[in-house]
T-cell receptor, first 120, second 111 residues
Framework: GAVVSQHPSRVICKSGTSVKIECRSL??????MFWYRQFPKQSLMLMAT?????????EQGVEKDKFLINHASLTLSTLTVTSAHPEDSSFYIC????????????????FGDGTRLSIL | GENVEQHPSTLSVQEGDSAVIKCTYS??????FPWYKQELGKRPQLIID?????GEKKDQRIAVTLNKTAKHFSLHITETQPEDSAVYFC??????????FGSGTKLNVKP
């Protein structure tokens, strides 16, 4: 089945540091990937849609200058949390959809393992 | 965007009983509805999904029903087991590309 790899799984760093998270589709090409944020005991909140070769689309309320997204290839999207502060501490998780069966819209998304970010 | 509401937020059942989780969505154009199971600190795992041209789908102890007119869909787990304990999320596919999630249901199956 489709596999999405996310790295790193855990980051602990000082306030003011920028942190880059990678999301890779391992056995399929993904023109679109998604970045979510999940607070403890809460749902997955869609932050942005990462589009290969073009600008990411951000959800309302998400600062694009704070959360930089780059989707330079069909298998890799990166999320950079710039100048991270304690309030940015969260579980970040990416996903991608395997559209090899056709782009009818009914393909599930496959999630990475997530990145737990802790800003001290 | 799409607005997905999920109830209940917590559900406690005795092993062997059935569990039902309900979701509603706002955009009538949404046409695909997956359910995910997430264990603590892990990725969501797809457990079942349903497309808008189907009213019900079953996979062993798990079933999903969809009422397009009322814009709601439900997850049914029969003969629950302790290993079913987890957080369950419903989702709806919006604009053929974006998934929006419900708030989650923490299911506790008591042995």
């Amino acid at each position: 089945g489709a596999v999405v790899s996310q790295h790193p799984s855990r980051v602990i760093c000082k306030s003011g540091t920028s942190v880059k998270i990678e999301c890779r589709s391992l056995d399929f090409q993904a023109t679109t990937m998604f970045w979510y944020r999940q607070f403890p005991k809460q749902s997955l909140m869609l932050m942005a849609t990462s589009n290969e070769g073009s600008k990411a689309t951000y959800e309302q309320g998400v600062e694009k200058d704070k959360f930089l997204i780059n989707h330079a290839s069909l298998t890799l999207s990166t999320l950079t949390v710039t100048s991270a502060h304690p309030e940015d501490s969260s579980f970040y998780i990416c996903s991608a959809r395997d559209l090899r069966g056709g782009a009818s819209g009914n393909q599930p998304q496959h999630f990475g393992d997530g990145t737990r970010l802790s800003i001290l | 965007g799409e607005n997905v509401e999920q109830h209940p937020s917590t559900l406690s059942v005795q092993e062997g009983d059935s569990a039902v989780i309900k979701c509603t969505y706002s955009d009538s154009a949404s046409n695909y509805f997956p359910w995910y199971k997430q264990e603590l600190g892990k990725r969501p795992q797809l457990i079942i999904d349903i497309r808008s041209n189907v009213g019900e789908k079953k996979d062993q102890r798990i079933a999903v029903t969809l009422n397009k007119t009322a814009k709601h869909f439900s997850l049914h787990i029969t003969e629950t087991q302790p290993e079913d304990s987890a957080v369950y999320f419903c989702a709806a596919l919006y604009n053929f590309n974006k998934f929006y999630f419900g708030s989650g249901t923490k299911l506790n199956v008591k042995p």
